[in-house]
Every structure is written in structure tokens, then in C-alpha cells.
């Protein structure tokens, strides 16, 4: 069946290194893919989506390609901050669908 | 402009007794989901609703009842709380569904214990 499998966490870095978040699935035909992120005391928030492949969803310095030949959906950032620590979830979903499939999240601590 | 909030925030249960979740949005939302989250896996869909006095079984419906009496209100209830069922709701509305401009604006959760 349709999955979503992400790297474990948590993963420690310091401010402004570099961050990958690595995110593949098991999916036929064309799933629109997307990161949440949810902050401390929060509900998730949509951070980034892409809708067919090689597609570059990105926001808030955030950036992921949806990769077809690979079936993957990294997460990266050039230069963490403190603010960015909270956990990331990736998802996939079929146009028509009622159903998300998410992973089961990554957490990020982000040192000062 | 609130967006989705849910109550209670925290609740403690005993095995056996009952207890109704309440999710509300302010944006005029069509559609409405409840999800639960546990340790190590991702948000699982219980159960939603595509307009007011609709609803429909998600991934993991059982144990689990819904109403949507109120265009802006999605309920949850558990009529005979178990163990299995101490997890984080997260309730979320959208726009639309099932398109791909879709986009799911959720709650802050309801962390639920059951003794």
C-alpha cells in the first residue's frame, strides 16, 4: 500500500548549518507531496507541497523537490535558527482522495 | 479570526467512561477531519465530514463517533474510553478537498490519557 517513510529523529544541529530531512514513499501514479511542520504547543502547519514531479515547493527558506525516479521528497534548508526547532511531517495525498498519509515525523532541535 | 480550535486541551479519562471533543473553525470551511496521533507513526484519519450533517469513516473509525450538526463545529466522542484510545487529536478543516490545491488548517490538539 501507499507510504510515507521518514529519516528518525531527533536531529541536533547548530544555528545555521545545513539541514536535509530525508523523505521517501511507496506510491503509484502521481500523489500530490507535501511537509508540515508543527511547532511546540501546536497544531501542524502546511510549510510546502509540490503537486508533480520535479516540482520545487519551497517557503520560508525551506525547500523540496519531488523526485518521480527516486520517490523521494527532501527537506532542506541552507542556515537553520533556533526558531526553526519543531517537528516536520511528510505527506502524500491523491487528487480525489479523502485520505493524507503522513510520516511519522522528524524532530529538530536547533542549538544557539 | 481564530482559525481551528479545540477543546478540551488536556483530559484525563477512566477505561469506560465517555467524553465528546469539540472542534470548531471560524473560516467557513466545507470540509472537516479528526486525526490521532501517536509515538512513532503519523496522523491517522478517524473521521470527516464534507458539509454540515455529513460525515465518513477515516483509517480508524472504530470506538469513535462524530457529528457535524453545525457547519462550523465537528465533534468527537468516545462513548467507552479504552487504553488504545490515549493518543493527541488534531481536528482540521479545508477549503476544499481532494483537489490539488487542497490545504488543511489544523487545531492545537487534544492530548487525551485513558487509565
Known amino acids: 500500500g501507499n507510504s510515507v517513510t521518514q529519516m528518525e529523529g531527533p536531529v541536533t544541529l547548530s544555528e545555521e548549518a545545513f539541514l536535509t530531512i530525508n523523505c521517501t514513499y511507496t506510491?503509484?501514479?502521481?500523489?500530490?507531496l507535501f511537509w508540515y511542520v508543527q511547532y511546540p504547543g501546536e497544531g501542524l502547519q502546511l510549510l510546502l507541497k509540490a503537486t508533480k514531479a520535479d516540482d520545487k515547493g519551497s517557503n520560508k527558506g525551506f525547500e523540496a523537490t519531488y523526485r518521480k525516479e527516486t520517490t523521494s521528497f527532501h527537506l532542506e534548508k541552507g542556515s537553520v535558527q533556533v526558531s526553526d526547532s519543531a517537528v516536520y511531517f511528510c505527506?502524500?495525498?491523491?487528487?480525489?482522495?479523502?485520505?493524507?498519509?503522513f510520516g511519522a515525523g522528524t524532530r529538530l532541535f536547533v542549538k544557539a | 479570526n481564530a482559525g481551528v480550535t479545540q477543546t478540551p486541551k488536556f483530559r484525563v479519562l477512566k477505561t469506560g467512561q465517555s467524553m465528546t471533543l469539540l472542534c470548531a473553525q471560524d473560516?467557513?470551511?466545507?470540509?472537516m477531519y479528526w486525526y490521532r496521533q501517536d509515538p512513532g507513526m503519523g496522523l491517522r484519519l478517524i473521521h470527516y465530514?464534507?458539509?454540515?450533517?455529513?460525515?465518513a469513516k477515516g483509517e480508524v473509525p472504530d470506538g469513535y463517533n462524530v457529528s457535524r450538526l453545525k457547519k462550523q463545529n465537528f465533534l468527537l466522542g468516545l462513548e467507552s474510553a479504552a487504553p488504545s484510545q490515549t493518543s493527541v487529536y488534531f481536528c482540521?478543516?479545508?477549503?476544499?478537498?481532494?483537489?490539488?490545491?487542497?490545504?488543511?488548517?489544523f487545531g492545537p490538539g487534544t492530548r487525551l490519557l485513558v487509565l
Open positions: 505527506a502524500l495525498k491523491y487528487p480525489g482522495g479523502f485520505k493524507t498519509i
Open positions: 506510491a503509484t501514479g502521481y500523489p500530490s
Open positions: 465530514s464534507v458539509g454540515e450533517g455529513t460525515t
Open positions: 473560516m467557513n470551511h466545507e470540509y
Open positions: 482540521a478543516s479545508s477549503f476544499e478537498m481532494g483537489t490539488r490545491r487542497e490545504t488543511q488548517y
